[in-house]
């Protein structure tokens, strides 16, 4: 069996069913963990700096060729 650790995010009402159902049938933990304050803090300073300068965005293409 596989023990992947995954982080989601449920965008629709029927995913967040299907996902509690497969908890209830013990297919799957809900590992819940708190988002740490220093992430949380430079998300939101990151967060500021764009919308202060949208200029310094980037494409999602540009994004991704430079994750390779």
């Given at each position: 069996m596989?023990?992947?650790i995954y982080q989601i995010a449920?965008?629709?009402e029927y995913a967040a069913a299907?996902?509690?159902?497969l908890k209830?049938?013990?297919a799957i933990d809900i590992l819940e963990q708190p988002i740490p304050a220093w992430h949380q803090?430079?998300?939101i300073r990151r967060l500021a700096s764009y919308q202060a300068n949208p200029s310094i965005g980037i494409e999602e293409d540009t994004f991704f060729n430079?994750?390779?």
């Open positions: 596989n023990n992947n449920i965008k629709k299907i996902i509690e159902d209830l049938m013990d803090e430079e998300s430079r994750l390779k």
